[in-house]
């Protein structure tokens, strides 16, 4: 169907230049194939690393549209780059995009919430299991050659606590209702009717925070949730609890945690994010207690063909083409 619909594109996209600056896009080769299909004239990140700024202005200035991932987004590189009609978001948050300075360019802006929830809530899932049932330490402990039998606790039956209940939040949601948990349930938004759907209780990030096993970090990074997990929030967690921290690395103040994690404040953290990426410091990454992974949350190869065909749909809606089916 794909073919046939690419066949009867006009040709009006060979003079539309469309950069990809995202790593994981660039290397695949599906969403190159299907981009290249509508817009020939495409122009990839082949380096395998992230852009630096005077990098990201160089490779985006002759682009009559972008599709970015991580990458920010600011005025400085807007002011540079003339071109742009049109930024398309690989991915879901707009934190890293300044989208006032998009308006005042009459710049438009293809995006798409929540495209790779399942696959950052399943990752969410993996480490509050691999957390109470001690996976990640006693794996560690037995490439070592040490043989310690010490299997954690089930999550079944223990209090989760979400921060943040938007459309991976309420996935994450989703996936326990098996393990029949005591959901808590904090939120600016009133989530009330979720709530009662799927057997929760909205509360206050206090009480929250106090009373539940795993606190799980599922916010946009705002002004009001920058290093939101601080030294008072970490201090009123309970010392056998565990963070997971699968959205914005910036959502914790690292060196906090580095101390909480130190002092048995708490008994461990998953993070899947971090403040600096890739992180530097190497004493916090080798602390036993805690469980890292590279941003993988949403790269999951379904979540990748999604977010990558979402970001191609908006331009070629964008530019007057019928847009790919999600």
Known sequence: FMKNQVKTQPPTNLCHRVAVSSISFSKSTVLREELERIFPNSLFNE?????????????????????????????????KTPHLKIISKYGVGLDSIDQESLKRRNIALGWTGGINRRSVSELTLCFMLGLCRNVFGSGYSLKQSKWKKEGGWQLTGKTVGIIGCGHVGSDVIKLLAPLQCALLVCDIVDKSEFCS?????????????????????????????????????????????????????DVIDQQELKTALINGSIAGAALDVFAEEPPSDDEFLSLPNLIGTPHIGGNAREAVEAMGRSAIKHLASFFGNSPLKN
Do not use: W
Not at 49 to 57: A, D, H, P, V
Not at 199 to 207: I, Y
């Open 197 to 249: 759907k799927y057997n929760a209780t909205q509360t206050s990030l206090e009480n929250l925070i106090t009373k539940s096993d795993v606190v799980s970090l599922h916010v946009p990074l705002t002004s009001l949730t920058t290093k939101m997990v601080d030294k008072k929030f970490l201090n009123q967690m309970q010392r056998t609890a565990y963070l997971v921290n699968t959205c914005r690395g």
């Open 47 to 79: 380096t395998g690393k992230r852009f630096s700024e005077t990098e990201l202005i160089e490779f985006l200035n002759d682009a009559d549209a972008a599709v970015v991932g991580i990458e920010s987004i600011n005025d400085q590189i807007l002011s």
